[in-house]
């Protein structure tokens, strides 16, 4: 890619940065006890596109226990209680990708467990340039969160971001690895820490409230048929049940998963329901160090 073309496609990614920057402010003043999540939610995915961009994803909001893949369902009643709060964002321009999380204390007994996520994202960050290697991040992330009395979430990770593709390599992982892969100028990274009181481990929950488009299949069920072509428009990115039509939906969506045409995301939970706390930014390597986009 010539050196031009780099710049056009590193400004959609600063742009969607910035854009996210200031949705998740937006979205940390209105986590209060007694809010609505999926108020929460619908007003980040709105913000975003009233800001100029696109959700990459679907509004996580992941409580206590829960790391990720937990958003609001179309009728949720639930609203904010006591509780560790993590709220992951996604945003594109063009299919250019940022993505951050914070995590917000409501109950006031978890301040240091959400302080090491954030130390550790911090000093992942310092040593991140053109040529550093994958185990040295693990192994920087993996130290802050255990010196401090934590496990880091050995089956969670930070990747790489790609057009249209919010998972994409490398695997940035939050322990130290025996193998990993050098980091090169202009990559675009999630860093991504997870800290727990926990076993350090995720399972899934059987929860799902989001999925994604492998491929297009054929199918005989109108309803399928017609939720196939309205899904094609998030270009394989993850979208909410929340976001579809509302007519015969579970059966569309049964028989889109059944023709192999969705991938499924259950909530991720902490294995011994341990509390986690999450801390994310989206970085583009540099020479000599990196620049973060969604600060």
């Not at 937006?26 to 209060?32: L, M, R, T």
């Not at 045409?261 to 011994?272: D, G, N």
Request: hydrophobic fraction near 40%.
């Amino acid at each position: 890619m010539e050196e031009e073309g780099i710049e056009r496609v590193l400004e959609k990614y600063r742009k969607a940065g910035k854009i996210l920057a200031g949705v998740r402010e937006e979205a940390i003043a209105k986590v209060k006890e007694g809010v609505l999540l999926v108020e929460v939610a619908e007003f980040v995915e709105q913000r975003i596109r009233e800001r100029g961009g696109e959700p990459a994803f679907p509004c996580n909001i992941s409580l206590n226990e829960e790391a990720a893949h937990a958003t609001p369902s179309m009728d949720d009643t639930r609203v904010f209680g006591n509780e560790l709060v993590k709220i992951d964002i996604g945003v594109h321009v063009d299919g250019y990708i940022g993505d951050s999380a914070v995590t917000v204390d409501l109950s006031g007994e978890h301040e240091e467990l959400v302080r090491v996520s954030e130390a550790a994202l911090n000093e992942a960050i310092k040593i991140i340039r053109d040529g550093v290697s994958t185990i040295e991040i693990g192994e920087v992330i993996e130290h802050t969160i255990r010196e401090q009395g934590y496990r880091p979430v050995v089956n969670l990770s930070g990747h790489g971001l790609a057009r249209y593709n919010s998972h994409a390599p490398p695997t940035i992982p939050n322990v130290r690895y025996e193998h990993g892969v050098l980091l090169s100028e202009n990559d675009v990274v999630a860093i991504e820490p997870f800290a727990t009181d926990g076993a350090g481990k995720v399972v899934e929950s059987g929860t799902v409230e989001i999925y994604g488009l492998i491929k297009a299949k054929p199918v005989r069920v109108t309803e399928a048929k017609k939720l196939m072509e309205a899904i094609k428009s998030y270009q394989g990115l993850p979208f909410a049940k929340r976001w579809l039509p509302r007519e015969r939906l579970d059966l569309a969506l049964r028989t889109l998963k059944n023709a192999g045409a969705l991938r499924e995301y259950p909530v991720l939970r902490e294995e011994e329901k341990g509390v986690i706390s999450q801390a994310e930014h989206t970085v583009i390597v540099t020479k000599d160090g990196c620049e973060v986009t969604t600060q």
